[in-house]
């Protein structure tokens, strides 16, 4: 039996309501439901960028210890920060915010860090993926066009790279595309395989 046919053995359970992760799971055809609970999202703040993700993914499995309880349930947690200068950019609180994020990230190259945890009982993967994404720099009316049409309140670094703005500033990436989106969706699909499949 081919392993993604195994996967439909299981109750795979996204637990995040991103549309972005939503998308990205089912185009690597894997077979899942949505279930998410509020976190604090809080952390350390010793933590490294790959220490933080890790902690906060870890922090979200842990609302589902009923779930994984169960026989053929799997759980899968994710967290994207960016990073600038060493500096984590979280979500903006508004469109002031946002324009400020942006307009840090304008001309420059920044840091994007996800990490996910992934759980089948007591069996536990959790890694983390890094890439590199360079804006041009953007004018002041690019960067508020794209706020007043897309409001990018709910993404880290105040921006989509799927949305407008990264077609038409972003220059470069090092490192997943997907990663950038949300999710490293080929190591959670490795991840799986290893997991439920082996």
């Known amino acids: 039996m081919y392993c993604l046919e195994r996967f439909t053995q299981y109750d795979i359970i996204l637990a995040s309501q991103s549309p972005r992760r939503k998308a990205l799971l089912e185009g690597a055809g894997i077979p899942f439901r949505i279930m998410a609970r509020p976190t604090a999202e809080l952390y350390p703040e010793h933590l490294p960028p790959a220490g933080v993700v890790a902690h906060l993914c870890r922090q979200k499995i842990s609302c ?10 799997v759980v899968i947690t994710a967290d994207t920060i960016v990073v600038q200068h060493g500096k984590i950019i979280n979500k903006p609180a508004g469109a002031e915010q946002a324009f400020n994020m942006l307009s840090e990230l ?16 007591d069996d536990e993967r959790l890694f983390c993926d890094h890439s590199l994404v360079t804006f041009r720099k953007l004018a002041a009316e690019e960067i508020s066009y794209y706020i007043e049409h897309f409001a990018p309140y709910d993404k880290a ?23 950038v989106m949300g999710l490293p969706v080929h190591k959670v699909y490795e991840a799986l395989k290893e997991m439920l499949c082996s």
């Open 64 to 73: 589902f210890g009923d779930e994984l309880k169960r026989p053929g349930v």
């Open 157 to 179: 670094g105040a921006y989509g790279i799927q949305e407008w703005i990264g077609y038409i500033g972003i220059t470069g990436i090092q490192g997943s595309y997907h990663n």
């Open 106 to 121: 304008s001309g420059s190259t920044h840091e994007v860090y996800t990490g996910v945890c992934i759980r089948h009982g």
